[in-house]
């Protein structure tokens, strides 16, 4: 469901994108290019269609994301985090084994030696 999803959100991204660029600022984009009198839709409803479509879009675009988190996959959720366990699996330093402080007798023996 999770990639259902997040092909969804790409979609609407896509679609968002693509209707936000027809728009002009100054008010052409899509409605200046249909300048004919016999238009079904005036160049002021087209603008309101763009508006409202980017209104839309938008909404199922935050809609869409809120709703991917619902489904995000959780293998094995872990009760602590990952720092947690790092410490957890350090050892005591108390409990370290000790290295020998003094010099062993042997020593003496092995300068002769060389």
Same mark, same amino acid.
């Given at each position: ?34 300048s004919s009198s ?23 675009l935050v809609v ?11 293998? /094995? $959720? &872990?009760?602590? @985090? +990952?720092?947690?366990?790092?410490? *957890? /699996? $350090? &050892?005591?330093? @108390? +409990?370290?084994?000790?290295?020998? *402080?003094? $010099?062993?007798?042997? @020593? ?6 060389k």
């Amino acid at each position: 469901m999770y990639a259902f999803i997040t092909v969804l959100i790409f979609i609407v991204c896509i679609l968002l994108v693509l209707l936000v660029l027809v728009q002009n600022s100054k008010g052409g984009g899509l409605a200046s290019s249909f300048s004919s009198s016999n238009q079904v839709m005036g160049v002021r409803k087209t603008t309101d269609f763009l508006e409202k479509g980017t209104w839309i879009l938008a909404t199922v675009l935050v809609v869409l994301c809120i709703s991917a988190t619902a489904f995000l996959p959780r293998h /094995g $959720v &872990q009760a602590k @985090s +990952a720092i947690e366990q790092q410490i *957890q /699996g $350090v &050892q005591d330093p @108390s +409990a370290l084994p000790t290295f020998p *402080q003094s $010099v062993p007798q042997n @020593s003496k023996d092995s300068s002769k030696a060389k």
